[in-house]
């Protein structure tokens, strides 16, 4: 690793520092967090790739990684991430609360920085979604292992860049993409979130990278109008089915329809940040451009 990198990784790891939120952590009280809830989907499988599942007490019913989680009599299930049964979670009586930013709503995020000490996610980067897992195992002191998922994870992210660099070089051109995250209303996502991230970072162009909402909803005739080369229908957090992707494919003025790129894929391995990302990217990549 680089200078810089093990700077950083030392950094979390043996002094205090401040997450997204503005709340400070000290490395010192790693072994004082003994049960842990998570509110994140991504930040629990990351916890639990790094050797913490034994101190998860508490996880969203969307917590579906690692697989049997929400089987395990040892874990109880506090609601959805948007639906958290505050009370329940404190019945927990948990030393640490895991959110994000933006999967949590303010309101929650209040109640329980009042009361618990919180890790605060926001991740809009590929590489702050790996520093995700560095500031995990520096909160329950797990320096190898996530040291370890961090080096791959950016070992991935320059690999998967030369790759797309090689095949722009060759010729070949960089696909317009329209990414679904919602129908009726139809929504997509701009240039200010983590899965733009995944599609830029993996040779995509989004087609609506400019628009102002980070969410924004889009009419049929902005799709129609976006002209996108692919669009893809993901598996979360609209559940997109073949029956969606059969609605486009009839569509001729839409060059997606034509060449037959209206796709279904997965949608945990585009949005999901962390330790998923790591296989995430390659499957993005991979996925964009059929190699």
């Given at each position: 690793?680089?200078?810089?990198?093990?700077?950083?990784?030392?950094?979390?790891?043996?002094?205090?520092?401040?997450?997204?939120?503005?709340?400070?952590?000290?490395?010192?009280?790693?072994?004082?967090r003994?049960?842990i809830?998570?509110?994140?989907?991504?930040?629990?499988?990351?916890?639990?790739?790094?050797?913490?599942?034994?101190?998860?007490?508490?996880?969203t019913?969307?917590?579906?990684?690692?697989?049997?989680?929400?089987?395990?009599?040892?874990?109880?299930?506090?609601?959805?991430?948007?639906?958290?049964?505050?009370?329940?979670?404190?019945?927990?009586?948990p030393?640490?609360?895991?959110?994000?930013?933006?999967?949590?709503?303010?309101?929650?995020?209040?109640?329980?920085?009042?009361?618990?000490?919180?890790?605060?996610d926001?991740?809009?980067?590929?590489?702050?979604?790996?520093?995700?897992?560095?500031?995990?195992?520096?909160?329950?002191?797990?320096?190898?292992?996530?040291?370890?998922?961090?080096?791959q994870?950016?070992?991935?992210?320059?690999?998967?860049?030369?790759?797309?660099?090689?095949?722009?070089?060759s010729?070949?051109?960089?696909?317009?993409?329209?990414?679904?995250?919602?129908?009726?209303?139809?929504?997509?996502?701009?240039?200010?979130?983590?899965?733009?991230?995944?599609?830029?970072?993996?040779?995509?162009?989004?087609?609506?990278?400019?628009?102002?909402?980070?969410y924004?909803?889009?009419?049929?005739?902005?799709?129609?109008?976006?002209?996108?080369?692919?669009?893809?229908?993901?598996?979360?957090?609209?559940?997109?089915?073949?029956?969606?992707?059969?609605?486009?494919?009839?569509?001729?003025?839409?060059?997606?329809?034509?060449?037959?790129?209206?796709?279904?894929?997965?949608?945990?391995?585009?949005?999901?940040?962390?330790?998923?990302?790591?296989?995430?990217?390659?499957?993005?990549?991979r996925?964009?451009?059929?190699?």
């Open positions: 690793m680089d200078a810089q990198t093990v700077a950083l990784i030392n950094s979390d790891f043996e002094t205090e520092w401040a997450d997204a939120g503005g709340v400070k952590h000290a490395p010192a009280h790693a072994t004082e003994r049960r809830v998570s509110l994140v989907p991504s930040l629990t499988e990351t916890l639990c790739s790094i050797g913490g599942q034994n101190r998860l007490v508490g996880c019913a969307f917590c579906v990684h690692p697989q049997g989680l929400l089987k395990n009599p040892a874990v109880t299930v506090v609601g959805g991430t948007k639906t958290v049964l505050c009370e329940k979670v404190l019945a927990l009586k030393d640490l609360i895991l959110m994000n930013l933006e999967e949590n709503k303010k309101d929650d995020i209040e109640f329980f920085r009042s009361r618990v000490e919180c890790y605060m926001w991740t809009r980067t590929l590489e702050t979604g790996l520093e995700s897992i560095v500031k995990l195992g520096a909160l329950i002191g797990a320096r190898e292992p996530a040291t370890n998922l961090y080096k994870g950016i070992d991935g992210i320059k690999t998967i860049e030369a790759r797309v660099s090689a095949l722009l070089k010729g070949r051109p960089r696909p317009a993409l329209f990414y679904a995250i919602w129908r009726e209303p139809w929504m997509s996502i701009n240039g200010d979130t983590f899965i733009h991230e995944m599609l830029t970072r993996s040779g995509a162009r989004n087609v609506f990278a400019n628009w102002t909402e980070r924004p909803t889009v009419s049929f005739n902005d799709i129609l109008s976006a002209a996108p080369d692919i669009m893809w229908l993901p598996s979360e957090p609209y559940s997109f089915q073949e029956k969606h992707r059969a609605e486009w494919l009839n569509l001729p003025g839409l060059p997606a329809a034509q060449t037959g790129r209206v796709e279904c894929v997965d949608g945990e391995q585009v949005c999901w940040f962390g330790v998923r990302q790591i296989a995430g990217l390659e499957y993005t990549f996925s964009l451009w059929k190699v």
